[in-house]
């Protein structure tokens, strides 16, 4: 996008609740941490679980808007405002890269999608300026994960000029299962299988995290949805070989909420986090 040499890392962010948007928690705090430790990016493009459609698009607004997709939360959240700039030029970066998939070039600023809780809430904390261009991609709901993960590969080039990649979603989200008592152990189903996708990731097995039901009754239960889910199989992608993983925040909230990230191309120090 600039010219830069730097090869950026891609990171998945486990986003948990939108409340963290604007309570102080320690998964707030760790983002932040994260993204003073980062090389500042052109762009970044984003894949947020809240984006799921039919068909693939990419917002490509000068100004996309801040999308409150939610309810029942208190009006400060709604309230909320990310005004990152976006990139038409990107887009249509992104929309050549994916070809011959058919992706739509969303620039309707006004009745457009825009960015989502997914992205803001978190880049809120990683890039509180909100001064660098954003671009979000959507996840086609008619797909399998192995296509994702296939049709993610091509952005690849992007981490070399610049862009960073970031998914957004939660490995384990199961919303029918969530426990309210503050402290709440995590179910034991998520616990494993939130251990299972920890040790293929090490193993780069993008495989089994691609075949990730083959894992049984824990990945069922873990994700009864695939939209969380996804976006973690578009920064797994774009991983070289011998790239290092790791996971600078972790941690299963309510039961059944996974808040792991997962980072590629990320040093030993900016791995780490308060906490870990």
């Excluded at 989502?116 to 008619?142: C, E, I």
């Excluded at 296509?147 to 952005?155: E, G, I």
């Excluded at 039901?213 to 070989?241: C, F, M, N």
């Amino acid at each position: 996008m600039n010219g830069s040499t730097i090869r950026m890392p891609a990171l998945f962010f486990g986003h948990g609740n939108p409340m963290y948007a604007i309570e102080p928690n320690p998964y707030a705090e760790a983002w932040r941490v994260l993204g003073e430790s980062l090389p500042r990016p052109a762009a970044i493009l984003a894949v947020s679980a809240h984006w799921y459609t039919r068909g693939t698009a990419v917002t490509a607004m000068d100004r996309p808007r801040t999308i409150h997709d939610f309810g029942g939360f208190p009006r400060a959240l709604f309230e909320v405002s990310y005004p990152a700039p976006g990139s038409p030029a990107l887009a249509r970066r992104v929309q050549k890269l994916l070809a011959p998939t058919p992706v739509q070039l969303d620039e309707d600023a006004a009745h457009g999608w825009g960015l989502d809780h997914g992205t803001w809430s978190v880049l809120k904390h990683v890039f509180p300026q909100a001064d660098m261009p954003v671009v979000q991609l959507s996840l086609d709901a008619a797909q399998t994960p192995q296509w994702h993960y296939t049709l993610a590969q091509r952005l690849s080039p992007l981490r070399g000029e610049g862009v960073l990649i970031i998914g957004s979603g939660n490995i384990v989200h199961n919303l029918q299962r969530l426990v309210w008592t503050k402290n709440a152990p995590p179910h034991a189903w998520a616990q494993r299988f939130s251990e299972w996708v920890r040790a293929r990731l090490l193993a780069a097995d993008h495989a089994a995290l691609s075949d990730y039901l083959a894992a049984g009754a824990d990945a069922r239960l873990s994700v009864p949805t695939p939209e969380h889910y996804l976006p973690l199989l578009y920064v797994i992608a774009q991983q070289g070989a011998g790239e290092a993983v790791s996971f600078p925040v972790e941690g299963l909230e309510m039961g059944g909420v996974d808040m792991r990230a997962v980072a590629l191309g990320l040093s030993p120090a900016a791995a780490l986090s308060p906490g870990n």
